[in-house]
């Protein structure tokens, strides 16, 4: 390691202990047991570093998720991996986390389905809690973890609202917003995704919780297929979660995805499927996204950000718009 490197871990180590420390109140006040420590704060070290505490294991060990961005010029790759290896051991000591716990990614763009696609056979799963409410997490095997920690406010938001609701999750992935809205007496949730693996992660969320039967039913499908099916049905929901992936271009699929073209069609089929008094909430991380209210039939609010949490300092970390039925 050269003297650069090495000055690099340093500036590293300081910014995450001094996170930690300001984090650490509101974090017991909030519950929150999964949470982000550091992203990208020095741009020569283009890292994110998420902690996540086991709600479920025996020793109730604390883990680490360390994810390199890409960087705007290419580097040896002999040379990175050993700057991402001396910048684990760096996260692992300064917080005090065993360095077989410390789990590193290399988070490149990727296109569709591919951020989704499995990795590693690791099975490295936890039990995080957040709200009161327990959530499986897999730190090997995917480039994402299961759990999107930037949507916490948005989920707690769902959950206030939510009860005596007809709930659709589309694009569910994992559940975390089905789980939520279960938890906070919703009358129905149905979770929709085209992901045979991810809707099985959804089930086992929902169990874990004590959700099950079928007032919490999965379904996989396209959610196009879906929406334009349920249209001409007599399906209406009170409470609509639309968070889908940038672009996607599943085989199962009958046509690819692109959020930046297809966000007012989109919009204006989950509208259509509103009821009177309802509520949806559309999010996207898409950065390129042009927004124009004058394409959504119904009055429509940005909310992002209300639903930027404490420990993301990145406040375009995502977009969410809050769209009523009177």
Same mark, same amino acid.
């Given at each position: ?32 047991? $999964? ?115 930037? !949507? ?27 789980? !939520?809205? $279960? ?134 970390? !995502? ?5 009523r039925r009177a």
């Amino acid at each position: 390691m050269g003297e650069k490197d090495l000055r690099q871990a340093e500036y590293f180590r300081n910014r995450i202990v001094k996170t930690e420390k300001q984090l650490r109140r509101w974090l017991r006040k909030e519950e929150v047991f $999964a949470y982000r420590l550091y992203d990208r704060d020095i741009p020569e070290v283009p890292l994110a570093l998420d902690l996540y505490r086991d709600a479920g294991g025996k020793n109730d060990e604390s883990a680490l998720y360390l994810a390199l961005y890409d960087r705007p010029y290419d580097k040896d790759e002999a040379e990175e991996s050993a700057w991402l290896a001396l910048m684990a051991t760096t996260a692992a000591e300064a917080l005090g986390i065993r360095k077989e716990l410390v789990f590193a990614r290399t988070r490149k763009k990727m296109r569709g389905s591919e951020q989704y696609e499995k990795l590693g056979t690791g099975k490295a799963e936890r039990i995080v809690r957040e709200g009161g409410l327990s959530f499986i997490v897999n730190l090997s095997d995917y480039l994402d973890t299961g759990l999107f920690l930037d !949507h916490r406010p948005l989920r707690m938001r769902v959950r206030k609202e939510a009860e005596g609701k007809r709930v659709l999750n589309l694009f569910g992935y994992t559940g975390s917003f089905s789980v !939520h809205a $279960a938890a906070g007496r919703a009358a129905s949730v149905t979770t929709v995704d085209l992901s045979n693996t991810y809707l099985a992660w959804a089930g086992r969320n929902l169990a874990l919780n004590g959700f099950s039967g079928p007032a919490w039913p999965l379904v996989r499908a396209d959610v196009r297929q879906f929406l334009n099916s349920a249209v001409t049905g007599t399906g209406y929901w009170d409470l609509i979660v639309v968070d889908p992936p940038t672009f996607s271009n599943s085989k199962s699929a009958v046509e690819d995805f692109d959020i930046n073209r297809d966000w007012s069609m989109l919009l204006a089929t989950c509208s259509d499927l509103l009821a009177p008094g309802g509520t949806l909430y559309f999010s996207t991380n898409s950065r390129r996204l042009a927004w124009d209210a004058s394409k959504v039939s119904l009055p429509s609010v940005d909310i992002s950000e209300e639903c930027i949490p404490p420990d993301f300092r990145d406040r375009r970390i !995502h977009r969410v718009w809050q769209i009523r039925r009177a």
